[in-house]
């Protein structure tokens, strides 16, 4: 089945940086890869998501990048704001349609 | 999201009692599905539904059941044989499984501590 990976565990940036946050799938049949946050105690929230037709795609500060070869894509948040603090999820989706997640990266962003 | 509820918030079981958490939502959504999520991990996949009646099981499914009896509603049973059930349990729905209805809208979730 898909196996997901996600790095960092935890990312700590200054505001006004950017943040990257990195994923490898296993099942070259996935073919849809959304991204999810979630701040503490709530639920998760779509952010972004991309599918395997295009290799990136942006949403103001949010942009994500996916590289089918090498089966790995990306999440990239500029301009980081106290308020992009949460844990980020990213998601793979498996040749049945279901989805894979990561582990999770906890971000923090300092002022 | 706004259309997907989960009840109770907070649930507290006693070791040896079964529990139902409650999912329900008013998207039209075909497929739902349950994740447990524990600290520091990800979404674990416990059962899904694709059409009414139609349940499959998902990565951790041992010590849960389902039923789909309802578009509207998948409740999940938490039984005894579930060893560690202590997590937060989320519920999520989409319009179909595969292709373009990947897109899942997730419930506020409940909090549930075995005593």
């Known amino acids: 089945g898909e196996n997901v990976e996600q790095h960092p565990s935890t990312l700590s940036v200054q505001e006004g940086d950017s943040a990257v946050i990195k994923c490898t799938y296993s099942?070259?049949?996935?073919?849809?890869f959304p991204w999810y946050k979630q701040e503490l105690g709530k639920r998760p929230q779509l952010i972004i998501d991309i599918r395997s037709n295009v290799g990136e795609k942006k949403d103001q500060r949010i942009a994500v990048t996916l590289n089918k070869t090498a089966k790995h894509f990306s999440l990239h948040i500029t301009e980081t704001q106290p308020e992009d603090s949460a844990v980020y999820f990213c998601?793979?989706?498996?040749?049945?349609?279901?989805?894979?997640f990561g582990a999770g990266t906890q971000v923090v962003v300092t002022p | 999201d706004g259309g997907i509820t989960q009840s109770p918030k907070y649930l507290f079981r006693k070791e040896g009692q079964n529990v139902t958490l409650s999912c329900e939502q008013n998207?039209?959504?075909?497929?739902m599905y349950w994740y447990r999520q524990d600290p520091g991990q990800g979404l674990r996949l416990i059962y899904y539904?694709?059409?009414?009646?139609?349940?499959q099981k998902g990565d951790i499914a041992e010590g849960y059941s389902v039923s789909r009896e309802k578009k509207e509603s998948f409740p999940l049973t938490v039984t005894s044989a579930q060893k560690n059930p202590t997590a937060f349990y989320l519920c999520?729905?989409?319009?179909?499984?595969?292709?373009?209805?990947?897109?899942?809208?997730f419930g506020p979730g409940t909090r549930l501590t075995v005593l």
């Open positions: 998207l039209n959504h075909d497929a």
């Open positions: 539904s694709q059409i009414v009646n139609d349940f």
């Open positions: 099942d070259s049949a996935s073919n849809y």
């Open positions: 999520a729905s989409s319009l179909g499984l595969a292709g373009a209805y990947n897109e899942q809208f």
């Open positions: 998601a793979a989706s498996d040749s049945w349609g279901k989805l894979q």
